[in-house]
């Protein structure tokens, strides 16, 4: 296949497994090609970009996505491996989940369904977009060109609505029980790692949370709770024989809200989103949480009060009861960093602008979407110096690199080290004063 950049191949190559040996050097192109593309991700509209770079008939570029043999599992297996090996060596390893809408038109698009938007609605209006519905698993990163963590998507299926499963005879899968799946998932490609998971509130299920507890030496749950939650004591030791069936649970707990208004409150300064610091007040307190026929899931609550003002009471929980409630606290702020992926999605990586609508390609292409970010973010964290601080985009206030300077950067390198290099203009580009390359670059790869 053409050469692929030296500082792209430890990652790119890394994938080659996951495909035949005609198919993979056709992704390569097209992975390359989504990132020099301003314009919608279309297959069409990717070879136009690069056109002479693909060689071969069109159509066996659009059979990569609707009709070859590839697992997209694979895949996400090579990307989360390349991360934890590099980014994440030791310790335990930050996740965040959610889902997010990508509205799609055209009556015969496989899993259609209508949706709530997450994103539109207010108090007084609740919006819907017809289109799919991805649960996002992301690894959370810290790298040393940003304060900020960066979530990278590894796993990302589709949600089936329950009227969508009932009528194709499907067992219908809420997102918390998808996302209980993809953590089994992690767990099994790398059972000497443990994990932390942070989700909003629609994954502070019973359900998740017993998962979690039965695998606490691995695994650990911060989210959302209520304010109302059932918690009670442990159930007493059976000493002796007694007739009857021991007790499943202990006396009756309060309430979280109960025990706030009674409770003094603590006072810390955490980390809160995006990066900058908050003095909040806290209680915080442990119970078992109960569900009727579910049994019981030793927590550790906290209720957070914004001492600023400017964000509601919330309330907290984790499997994990030994966690202090600053260390919840900021678990759980770190999770809004998946909110900024879903937006630089949609801004940079055009992730509603496909158009396929066959089963295939719809369950490929909108997750390589999401993979292509955490590329883009590894590429630009290999990349030298000189290769990205010319692309990055600068004004008043700013301090951290975003995903506008890297996908900037990025795009400016594999023009001039893939582009041009594989036509065999590399020499009279590199001949063409600093200004000119500038203006040639800066049209070729605009600021995003």
Same mark, same amino acid.
């Given at each position: 296949?053409?050469?692929?950049?030296?500082?792209?191949?430890?990652?790119?190559?890394?994938?080659?497994?996951?495909?035949?040996?005609?198919?993979?050097?056709?992704?390569?192109?097209?992975?390359?090609?989504?990132?020099?593309?301003?314009?919608?991700?279309?297959?069409?509209?990717?070879?136009?970009?690069?056109?002479?770079?693909?060689?071969?008939?069109?159509?066996?570029?659009?059979?990569?996505?609707?009709?070859?043999?590839?697992?997209?599992?694979?895949?996400?297996?090579?990307?989360?491996?390349?991360?934890?090996?590099?980014?994440?060596?030791?310790?335990?390893?930050?996740?965040?989940?959610?889902?997010?809408?990508?509205?799609?038109?055209?009556?015969?698009?496989?899993?259609?369904?209508?949706?709530?938007?997450?994103?539109?609605?207010?108090?007084?209006?609740?919006?819907?977009?017809?289109?799919?519905?991805?649960?996002? +698993?992301?690894?959370?990163? !810290? %790298?040393?060109?940003?304060?900020? $963590?960066? #979530?990278? @998507?590894?796993? /990302?299926?589709?949600? =089936?609505?329950?009227?969508?499963?009932?009528?194709?005879?499907?067992?219908?899968?809420?997102?918390?029980?998808?996302?209980?799946?993809?953590?089994?998932?992690?767990?099994?490609?790398?059972?000497?790692?443990?994990?932390?998971?942070?989700?909003?509130?629609?994954?502070?299920?019973?359900?998740?949370?017993?998962?979690?507890?039965?695998?606490?030496?691995? +695994?650990?749950?911060?989210? !959302? %709770?209520?304010?109302?939650?059932? $918690?009670? #004591?442990? @159930?007493?030791? /059976?000493?002796?024989? =007694?007739?009857?069936?021991?007790?499943?649970?202990?006396?009756?707990?309060?309430?979280?809200?109960?025990?706030?208004?009674?409770?003094?409150?603590?006072?810390?300064?955490?980390?809160?989103?995006?990066?900058?610091?908050?003095?909040?007040?806290?209680?915080?307190?442990?119970?078992?949480?109960?569900?009727?026929?579910?049994?019981?899931?030793?927590?550790?609550?906290?209720?957070?009060?914004?001492?600023?003002?400017?964000?509601?009471?919330?309330?907290?929980?984790?499997?994990?009861?030994?966690?202090?409630?600053?260390?919840?606290?900021?678990?759980?702020?770190?999770?809004?960093?998946?909110?900024?992926?879903?937006?630089?999605?949609?801004?940079?990586?055009?992730?509603?602008?496909?158009?396929?609508?066959?089963?295939?390609?719809?369950?490929?292409?909108?997750?390589?979407?999401?993979?292509?970010?955490?590329?883009?973010?590894?590429?630009?964290?290999?990349?030298?110096?000189?290769?990205?601080?010319?692309?990055?985009?600068?004004?008043?206030?700013?301090?951290?690199?975003?995903?506008?300077?890297?996908?900037?950067?990025?795009?400016?390198?594999?023009?001039?080290?893939?582009?041009?290099?594989?036509?065999?203009?590399?020499?009279?580009?590199?001949?063409?004063?600093?200004?000119?390359?500038?203006?040639?670059?800066?049209?070729?790869?605009?600021?995003?």
């Amino acid at each position: 296949m053409r050469t692929i950049p030296r500082a792209a191949e430890p990652l790119i190559r890394n994938f080659a497994a996951a495909f035949t040996r005609p198919i993979y050097p056709r992704f390569v192109i097209l992975s390359f090609a989504a990132i020099l593309v301003t314009g919608r991700r279309t297959v069409s509209n990717l070879l136009r970009t690069v056109q002479a770079l693909a060689p071969g008939h069109a159509s066996t570029y659009h059979r990569v996505l609707s009709k070859r043999r590839w697992s997209t599992w694979r895949l996400a297996r090579a990307l989360a491996g390349f991360i934890l090996d590099h980014w994440v060596p030791d310790g335990p390893v930050e996740t965040c989940g959610d889902d997010t809408v990508d509205e799609r038109r055209g009556k015969k698009v496989y899993g259609k369904a209508c949706h709530r938007d997450a994103v539109r609605p207010t108090h007084s209006y609740t919006a819907y977009r017809w289109g799919h519905k991805w649960v996002v +698993l992301a690894i959370l990163v !810290r %790298f040393p060109f940003s304060s900020r $963590l960066w #979530a990278l @998507p590894i796993l /990302v299926p589709l949600y =089936r609505s329950q009227d969508w499963n009932q009528k194709h005879g499907r067992r219908h899968k809420t997102p918390s029980e998808l996302m209980r799946q993809l953590l089994a998932v992690l767990l099994h490609w790398f059972p000497h790692r443990r994990f932390v998971f942070c989700g909003d509130g629609g994954f502070g299920t019973h359900e998740l949370a017993r998962f979690a507890h039965r695998h606490r030496s691995r +695994l650990t749950l911060v989210t !959302r %709770f209520y304010a109302d939650a059932n $918690l009670y #004591a442990p @159930p007493p030791m /059976v000493k002796g024989k =007694r007739n009857g069936r021991p007790r499943k649970k202990g006396r009756k707990l309060a309430s979280p809200a109960e025990v706030v208004k009674r409770s003094p409150r603590s006072r810390l300064t955490v980390a809160w989103y995006g990066g900058g610091q908050r003095r909040i007040e806290v209680v915080s307190d442990t119970g078992h949480w109960h569900k009727n026929g579910e049994g019981l899931v030793p927590v550790r609550w906290v209720f957070v009060h914004d001492r600023s003002g400017t964000h509601r009471d919330e309330y907290f929980f984790t499997t994990d009861t030994a966690m202090t409630p600053k260390t919840m606290v900021e678990t759980f702020t770190g999770r809004w960093n998946i909110e900024t992926t879903f937006q630089e999605m949609r801004d940079y990586l055009g992730l509603e602008t496909a158009r396929g609508w066959t089963k295939n390609t719809v369950l490929r292409a909108a997750p390589c979407l999401f993979g292509l970010y955490s590329v883009v973010a590894l590429l630009y964290a290999r990349l030298p110096a000189r290769r990205t601080t010319g692309a990055v985009i600068l004004w008043p206030g700013k301090t951290d690199r975003t995903f506008s300077d890297a996908i900037t950067a990025v795009r400016r390198w594999l023009w001039t080290d893939w582009v041009f290099a594989n036509h065999g203009h590399s020499q009279a580009f590199s001949k063409l004063s600093r200004p000119i390359k500038a203006v040639l670059l800066y049209v070729l790869a605009p600021a995003a």
